[in-house]
Nanobody, 121 residues
């Protein structure tokens, strides 16, 4: 069982930046970020393989968000720039036992509790 703890959320004005961090209690393979806005389903944001050689982003964040990881620290990060009010959501870190790129929730076995990101206009 791997535990994930997110941090770094908060309130920011449109156009601003935030960096989310997620620390894992054990080794993981592919990791990802998802988000869920009120009244909406959880949606894919970004994913990164264990080696970091493959990343994939949702079209809505491509060019603004960057996912990275530090396996020595068992952590994954999400740098979010040029934030928009529509980015407001609870952001969840997820970890997979499998190798590959996964853009749906079924690809991930472990989930964090989430961190709130609010972007004001």
């Amino acid at each position: 069982q791997v535990q994930l703890v997110e941090s770094g959320g908060g309130l920011v004005q449109a156009g601003g930046s935030l960096r989310l961090s997620c620390a894992a209690s054990g080794r993981t393979n592919t990791m990802g970020w998802f988000r869920q806005a009120p009244g909406k389903e959880r949606e894919f944001v970004a994913t990164i393989t264990w080696s970091g050689d493959r990343t994939y982003y949702a079209d809505s964040v491509k060019g603004r968000f960057t996912i990275s990881r530090d396996n020595g620290k068992k952590s994954v990060y999400l740098q979010m720039n040029s934030l928009k009010p529509e980015d407001t959501a609870v952001y969840y870190c997820a970890a997979s036992n499998s190798i590959g790129v996964f853009t749906t929730t079924v690809g991930y076995a472990f989930w964090g509790q989430g961190t709130q990101v609010t972007v004001s206009s």
